[in-house]
């Protein structure tokens, strides 16, 4: 069974603080997508990484896929009160498969 | 263009009860998944139906049914609704094959008492 294990669960910090969220599995995909998802809403694709050691950036929002496409990580520089929300990875093994999810909170 | 719509927004039933979730997919879009979103257990694969047929279903019971129609609209439907299928019911569709992105419409809260 593929899994994929989010850390951290929960993330509260204040603005202008950096962040790095990690998506793990023991499991290769051949590709990897972030979502973002806000209260009442559904998930809304960020980016997805295809190629081992890809980085893609999004403004302040790095985004990693591991060499041998098992893991992956987002990394948010001077978090503002606008990125607070769940953040989801899902990798992509003939279906897709979503991690827990990241709950996170910037403060003013 | 319009994204994925869904409907109820909100769906309120007791115990025992059934209940009927709607999804419309983006125009062109073949392909329909249904997803549960429970709190605390993240997004868990439902049903995928894909040209009207469904094509692969996740690990839940066969009173979590549905079926897709000719203009690739989408109906979930959960007989004997227990307490702990309240949850967000999330529908995404994709132009086709299970590898294509999936865009995700707003969801249905549906709640159980």
């Known amino acids: 069974t593929q899994l994929l294990e989010q850390s951290p669960q929960f993330l509260s910090i204040q603005e202008g603080e950096n962040l790095t969220v990690y998506c793990n599995s023991s499991s290769v995909f051949s590709s990897l997508q972030w979502y973002r998802q806000e209260p009442g809403e559904g998930p809304v694709l960020l980016v997805t990484?295809?190629?081992?050691?890809e980085v893609k950036k999004l403004k302040r929002l790095t985004f990693q896929f591991g060499d041998a496409r098992k893991d992956s990580s987002l990394h948010i520089t001077a978090a503002q009160p606008g990125d607070t929300g769940l953040y989801l990875c899902a990798g992509q093994g003939g279906k897709l498969i979503f991690g827990q999810g990241t709950e996170l909170s910037v403060k003013p | 263009e319009a994204g994925v719509t869904q409907s109820p927004t909100h769906l309120i039933k007791t115990r025992g009860q059934q209940a009927t979730l709607r999804c419309s997919p983006i125009s062109g879009h073949t392909s329909v998944y249904w997803y549960q979103q429970a709190l605390g257990l993240g997004l868990q694969f439902l049903l995928w139906?894909?040209?009207?047929?469904?094509?692969n279903r996740g690990n839940f019971p066969p009173r979590f049914s549905g079926r897709q129609f000719p203009n690739y609209s989408s109906e979930l439907n959960v007989n004997a609704l227990e307490l702990e299928d309240s949850a967000l019911y999330l529908c995404?569709?994709?132009?086709?094959?299970?590898?294509?992105?999936?865009?995700f419409g707003p969801g249905t809260r549906l709640t159980v008492l």
């Open positions: 139906y894909d040209e009207g047929e469904e094509r």
């Open positions: 990484v295809v190629t081992g050691g």
């Open positions: 995404a569709s994709s132009p086709g094959t299970r590898t294509d992105t999936q865009y």
